[in-house]
């Protein structure tokens, strides 16, 4: 079992960046994917990017692929999304979940974090 903390979200103009951080607790395995989503209101939850935690595999969502960046801090249990040339419709709250292996659901949920993009 892992727990799972997101933070670094906030507001920001259109153009700017932000980056996520969501710290992993517990024993994560070398087969756990680690992936943020995010929800805007009204809207179903949608993916935005994945990162295996023993190999950095990565995948992205079509909307930010060349704007966001997963990547994982080993030395401190941490994966960042680094959010760049920020659109008004990337205002979502934004989750860090977490699965056992690519064929399972994700199962464990972060508590989430605000990202608000003015034009």
């Known amino acids: 079992q892992v727990e799972l903390v997101e933070s670094g979200g906030g507001s920001v103009q259109a153009g700017g960046s932000l980056r996520l951080s969501c710290v992993v607790s517990?024993?994560?395995?070398?087969?756990?994917?680690i992936g943020w989503f995010r929800q805007a209101p009204g809207k179903e939850r949608e993916f935005v990017a994945r990162i295996r935690w023993n190999g950095g595999i990565t995948a992205y969502g079509d909307s930010v692929k060349g704007r966001f960046t997963i990547s994982r801090d080993n030395g401190k249990n941490t994966v960042n999304l680094q959010m760049n040339s920020l659109k008004p419709e990337d205002t979502a709250v934004y989750y860090c979940?977490?699965?056992?292996?690519?064929?399972?659901?994700?199962?464990?949920w972060g508590q989430g974090t605000q990202v608000t993009v003015s034009s």
């Open positions: 979940a977490a699965r056992i292996a690519q064929n399972r659901p994700y199962e464990y």
């Open positions: 517990g024993r994560p395995r070398s087969s756990y994917d």
